[in-house]
């Protein structure tokens, strides 16, 4: 916002005369009034004169800038008056008060009375802008000497390339929140008077990237993350942690603490005194962000892998051999071989990001041979007699061997800390990587009887399912993914049915991606079909959701089920469930973890998939359009 938006010409009284602070600041109140600023003159006077009481606003070099904040201002707004004769002002050089500017602010959150406080101060530095004000004939030249000096410091601003803020965006799987929050900080950023840049860590890397000098220049640091976000580069800036989804949903509330005297300077664990001073995240944040970070590095080989494996079955010949289907033709052995390389390798990747989540760098190399120890099965009686049969402990193996692996590696960090630091560059590259391999061998070794057995004993419960049972698992995870539409509980059924298709379920990765592509589908249908329950906005952006659900990002419905949540949630999980459990009955398979509509020639049983997702959309549809009420727009 800036000054002359605050500022009308009826606002403003040149050659003025005042007999006294009080009477110069009834006069400025009085301009005030007259622009529609206030519902309570003599309330917001008060506020006024109590603040002078605090100490004077006469900041010397014959400025005054009087100001208050109440519920007694409808709008924000300035008014202003030149006394060239002067007025004392109790001014802290001592001097008349000659140019004088009164700041009238709601009592809200945005403290938009101090944002131009510290923009008019600025200027008002400047000798030769004083003086131009002073000399003005009209309001309006006195209104076109602020926005030439205004305009000419925000393009030195721009042209210089200082952000005020900057931030970075992260969420597990890198499409929609990522960048969603991104742009409500930056606009946010822009209503409030702040220049944010934001960094975006997505499917397609790192974008936006922040050089030296635009951190060095930089007042705060937004982290919206929930992935594992390395911050030593911000060492000694005012930073604060966030959910992606606060990015999203609370962008106003993160710009304004990062800004407040309650943001607390980052120090960098690299540095001599490790007190990250950061707020503390809770064990459970941390505990799924490593989880997070691991899932998020695994999906483009599940997808790869899987999506690859998918075509090879589409383009063999099952009546050649059907115990190698997949493989009976050399360009389907070409896609299966190429797939299923790329697919063994995601309990390894899990892993060793989950590792690396934990204890940075020195964890990959030991969560990688965890998690490749829990794919092989092998147990310390598998050692001494060949002819013990090896149990893959799997995904289920995997997790743990990433989380113990990390941790294993910062036990070793406190273990060795007494090594003086001339000895410092042999941990990351002999210590840790050696005494960590050994002890996550050991460890997995030990644990992989039993994590074996209990992945053996589900996945046998998984496959001895009645088709009643399955088609309730079905809902279940299916509905689990509209409960907070890429939140904890999406992530955890998204998860549970990713690590699925590494032990063959392909049919719970089905009912999964079904269930998340039917919230966004059933607010495109409800714009199209009931556009009076819906208001002019959301309407339009509504149909967009058309895209959004056919290419499985349920989080195109946020906004919505923000804005009614106790109507739009409901709805999106029972039309969910519906669908999760139709696609089980009909015995859909998917073996790509992610792709909507892209994917559908590799899904199995593909037409009734889409009569199941249809039918849970329409479901979720007329829910809404039942509970919620007509606001047309005319």
């Avoid at 483009?300 to 075509?311: M, R, S, T, Y």
């Avoid at 190429?338 to 390894?348: P, Q, T």
């Avoid at 939140?487 to 009912?511: Q, R, S």
């Amino acid at each position: 916002m800036k000054i002359t938006d605050l500022l009308s010409k009826d606002a403003i009284k040149l050659n003025g005369i005042a007999n006294s602070k009080q009477d110069a600041i009834n006069k400025l109140v009085d301009l005030m009034a007259k622009n529609g600023n206030l519902t309570d003159k003599e309330k917001y006077t008060q506020v006024v004169l109590k603040r002078e009481e605090e100490g004077s606003t006469g900041i010397g070099e014959g400025i005054a800038i009087p100001h208050g904040k109440t519920d007694a201002v409808s709008k924000p707004g300035l008014s202003a008056m030149v006394i060239n004769d002067g007025v004392e002002f109790d001014s802290l050089d001592g001097q008349p008060a000659k140019l004088l500017f009164l700041i009238a602010a709601p009592n809200t959150k945005d403290n938009v009375h101090l944002d131009v406080l510290s923009r008019l101060s600025t200027l008002l530095m400047d000798t030769e802008f004083r003086k131009s004000l002073m000399e003005a004939k009209t309001p309006e030249e006195f209104l076109r000497y602020i926005d030439i000096a205004e305009n000419a410091k925000l393009s030195q601003t721009k042209k210089n390339d200082e952000y005020e803020i900057l931030a970075i965006t992260s969420c597990p799987t890198g499409i929609a929140h990522t960048y969603m929050a991104a742009e409500a900080l930056e606009k946010m950023g822009e209503q409030l008077g702040h220049k944010v840049k934001v960094e975006t860590h997505g499917s397609s890397g790192v974008k936006n990237k922040f050089t030296k000098e635009e951190i060095k220049n930089a007042k705060a640091v937004i982290i919206a993350a929930d992935t594992k976000i390395d911050l030593s580069r911000f060492d000694g800036k005012k930073l604060i942690k966030a959910k992606v989804a606060d990015g999203i949903n609370r962008p106003q509330e993160l710009i304004e603490r990062v800004l407040s005297s309650d943001a607390k300077i980052y120090h960098s664990s690299n540095k001599s005194q490790n007190s990250d001073s950061d707020e503390k995240e809770g064990f459970g944040t941390k505990i799924y962000k490593h989880l997070m970070n691991g899932v998020t590095h695994m999906l483009p080989f599940v997808v790869g892998g899987g999506i690859l494996i998918a075509i090879a079955f589409l383009l063999d010949d099952y009546s050649i051999d059907p115990s190698n289907f997949g493989m009976n033709t050399p360009i389907a052995a070409f896609f299966k071989t190429i797939g299923g390389i790329a697919f063994d390798f995601m309990l390894c990747i899990l892993s060793g990001y989950i590792a690396m989540s934990i204890a940075d760098r020195p964890g990959l190399a030991v969560g990688f041979v965890g998690g490749a120890v829990a794919k092989a099965g092998t147990t310390f009686a598998s050692l001494s007699n060949p002819d013990v049969t090896l149990v893959s402990s799997g995904f289920l193996g995997a997790l743990i061997a990433g989380f113990i692996g990390g941790y294993v590696v910062l036990l070793l960090r406190k273990v060795f800390s007494f090594l003086p630091k001339s000895l410092e560059s042999v941990k990351p590259i002999l210590i840790y990587p050696v005494g960590g391999i050994l002890l996550i061998g050991l460890i997995m070794l030990a644990i992989n009887p039993v994590v074996g057995a209990i992945n053996t004993a589900l996945n046998n419960f998984l496959s001895s399912m009645s088709e009643v049972n399955k088609v309730i698992l079905g809902a279940i995870l299916a509905g689990m993914m509209s409960v907070d539409l890429g939140g904890p509980v999406n992530k955890a059924a998204y998860t549970f049915g990713t690590g699925m298709l590494a032990e063959g379920h392909y049919e719970i990765m089905a009912a999964v991606m079904i269930g998340g592509m039917v919230a966004p589908l059933s607010i495109a249908l409800l714009a199209t079909f009931f556009p009076k329950k819906l208001p002019k906005k959301e309407r339009q952006a509504g149909l967009l959701n058309y895209v959004m659900g056919l290419s499985f990002i349920s989080e195109g419905a946020i906004p919505f089920a923000s804005a009614d949540p106790i109507r739009v949630l409901p709805s999106c999980i029972v039309g969910s469930a519906v669908s999760g459990a139709l696609s089980m009955a009909f015995n859909c398979t998917l073996m790509a973890p992610h792709g909507g509509i892209f994917v559908l020639p590799l899904i199995g049983n593909w037409f009734w998939y889409v009569v199941a997702l249809v039918i849970g959309s329409v479901i979720a549809m007329g829910i809404m359009a039942a509970l919620k009420k007509n606001v047309w727009e005319k």
